[in-house]
């Protein structure tokens, strides 16, 4: 694993940090705010919805990339503290890198696993029921 950054992760974390302030929420809507009001001014041309509709889009498609290289990075490191907690805890280790199954495999092995859960409950309430009874 090599400690050394990734120039563009680096520049996604820190863009994708920036975006998720209220500042910069704040700012976006002073400028929307500041371009509906210069309508006059231009006389709502096309040249000035051009402006707006132009800057947004180009905006929008940028951050796309950026916001989902942070979030994959998130999501892989969510997986392997999962993965970590697996292979240290009592859990069966066949879950660790459960996500690259197919669509059907999860589903069957979450049908499998809703199964044994609502066993666990039924023992679980009978033990309840049997100390209720018991006191």
């Known amino acids: 694993m090599s400690n050394k950054p990734n120039f563009f992760s680096s520049f996604a974390t820190a863009v994708a940090d920036f975006s998720g302030k209220p500042f910069t929420f704040v700012a976006a809507l002073t400028l929307v705010l500041g371009w509906a009001v210069s309508g006059p001014f231009f006389g709502y041309s096309e040249t000035w919805q051009l402006v707006i509709n ?8 940028l951050m796309v990339f950026v916001l989902q290289n942070s979030q994959n990075r998130d999501g892989k490191a969510v997986q392997a503290k999962l993965d970590e907690l697996i292979l240290t805890s009592q859990a069966a280790n066949k879950f660790v890198g459960i996500e690259k199954l197919e669509e059907g495999e999860l589903r069957e092995m979450s049908k499998t696993l809703a199964a044994q859960a609502e066993c666990v409950e039924e023992k679980a309430d009978e033990k309840s029921a049997a100390q209720a009874t018991s006191t």
């Open 54 to 61: 132009t800057t947004t889009t180009i905006i929008t498609f």
